[in-house]
């Protein structure tokens, strides 16, 4: 373990460099990475916030789901389950395909990047949510399937095979229905982690697409053949109306917002530099920047315009605090797309969508940061380390521990250099392999110390600081369960995870 440490507001003449130890082997080394003095942050427009927003949204979901159980009860849905097993399968497949179709377009509606919600619940807590929806709403219409085929079985007295071809060939959109269900069945598979591990993210985000045609290729059966949603004017208005506000949103803030947003500001790079070992920080200017609304922690989602492959999303989180000269992400060069975005040359123009994320600094309930980051995830915590750095010569210093394979391995360390010399950056740095036995988000030599005890050695002050987690999902877990156990309240902690 490697520790920079610094008294805020002291010259680099005047510090004594001190080292944080988890046993009597932990080494200690001064800052010897030099960068060049990064531009002053200037404060861009925060996006708008608002506490009420998460309960309002969670009130909307369960607010739909008991529209549409009220449908099924009012069309005798209750009296139905009661009536014969075909009567009681019909019914229940009845429930289970109004439920799922709710699921289908609250997931969708949720990844459709609504300030709102988006703003609400933050991106890494929605995308969770969207995988649980999914898979729930998944098995509902499998459910839904098998008990109206059971049931239609039961009233012909013919075979399941036979009663599932008769009523796709004879029902009104039901043809429709099964393509949409076997859209809906590939995307799920790919979405399982085995078959996610074998893609690479563009390929997978591609292919999920897919889900959007199956959920719009159900609307026909279910609006010509589901009695809950004919019986009654009131209840085609709803299922209309929620069809099209999911539609209205996709089209505004997954395609006119970003359009919007990149012809206003008219993004391009500016220049590609090397950032550590695969690694490269790209540099963005823009137009009327001023008026961007966008704080330091937050992600984009980045276009390339460079030729083949410029239709492949990058989600990147900005590596410094935005300021009116640009912006700056970095990213990793080793995956299918690195060689064509470290050749980039000045000028290329950038497709922007977002700002997204709620790991931003004005979400803090304490005067100081600390940041746990591994691999690229040093990227958004090094964003609010320079947003806040002018603020941590009176709060005190802040504090990033960075979790490395090898000394080689690391992104930004010349701005945590540059951070420790300038503002007292205390940088601790987690060198070599993750512990297998013991704290696993501690390097091998470490991991027989304890979590919390680990937690409260690096962070001797650690009731000042609200603490930051960035990285890939089992890591930074594993942090935040030590960080409560440390005493660390949920309200302090701020968690995103890297993956999809």
Not at 14 to 27: G, H, I, K, Q, V
Not at 353 to 372: D, H, K, L, N, Q
């Amino acid at each position: 373990m490697t520790t920079t440490t610094a008294r805020p507001g002291a010259t680099p003449a005047s510090r004594a460099p001190r080292t944080t130890r988890l046993d009597a082997t932990a080494r200690t080394a001064a800052g010897t990475r030099r960068g060049a003095d990064p531009a002053r942050p200037v404060r861009l427009r925060p996006p708008l916030r608002r506490a009420w927003w998460p309960d309002a949204v969670g009130m909307f979901t369960w607010g739909t789901l008991l529209v549409v159980t009220a449908l099924w009860v009012a069309n005798s849905g209750l009296q139905d389950v009661l009536a014969g097993p075909a009567a009681a399968l019909s019914s229940l497949g009845r429930l289970t395909g109004l439920w799922a179709s709710n699921l289908l377009l609250l997931q969708v509606l949720g990844m459709a990047r609504v300030p709102v919600i988006e703003r609400a619940y933050g991106a890494d807590r929605l995308a969770k949510w969207h995988r649980w929806v999914g898979f729930s709403s998944f098995h509902l219409l499998l459910v839904h399937i098998v008990t109206l085929v059971l049931a239609e079985n039961l009233y012909t007295g013919t075979g399941v095979v036979q009663s599932a071809w008769s009523m796709a060939l004879t029902y009104p959109g039901m043809l429709l229905a099964w393509a949409g269900t076997l859209m809906i069945t590939m995307v799920v598979v790919l979405s399982m982690r085995a078959a996610r591990r074998r893609l690479r993210y563009e390929s997978w985000h591609l292919l999920h697409l897919y889900a959007y045609l199956g959920v719009g290729l159900a609307l026909p059966h279910q609006l010509w053949t589901g009695s809950d949603l004919t019986a009654q004017p009131w209840a085609a208005a709803y299922w209309w109306g929620l069809y099209g506000a999911v539609l209205v949103c996709v089209l505004v803030y997954r395609v006119g917002a970003p359009l919007l947003l990149s012809a206003r500001h008219r993004f391009e790079v500016v220049s590609v530099t090397p950032a550590g070992r695969g690694t490269v920080t790209v540099h963005i200017t823009g137009r009327h920047l001023s008026r961007l609304r966008v704080e330091a922690g937050q992600y984009f989602t980045w276009r390339f315009l460079t030729g083949p492959g410029w239709t492949r999303g990058h989600p990147l989180s900005l590596s410094a605090a935005p300021t009116t000269a640009g912006l700056r992400v970095t990213i990793g060069v080793d995956g299918d797309d690195g060689e064509r975005i470290a050749s980039m040359r000045p000028g290329t123009r950038v497709l922007v969508e977002g700002p997204y994320g709620r790991m931003v600094s004005s979400a803090r309930t304490r005067p100081r940061i600390a940041a746990f980051a591994a691999g690229t995830g040093v990227a958004p915590v090094m964003a609010l380390l320079h947003d806040h750095a002018a603020t941590s010569r009176t709060t005190g210093p802040d504090t990033l521990v960075q979790r490395l394979s090898d000394e080689q391995d690391g992104s930004l360390l010349q701005d945590a250099a540059w951070l420790a010399d300038q503002y007292g950056l205390r940088h601790v740095t987690l060198v070599g392999r993750r512990s297998r036995t013991g704290t696993s988000w501690l390097p091998e030599q470490y991991g027989h110390v304890a979590g919390p005890q680990a937690v409260r050695h690096l962070i001797p002050d650690l009731d000042e600081h609200d603490v930051f987690v960035c990285g890939p999902d089992g890591w930074a877990d594993a942090v935040v369960t030590d960080l409560r156990a440390a005493g660390v309240p949920d309200s302090a902690i701020h968690l995103e995870r890297y993956t999809w």
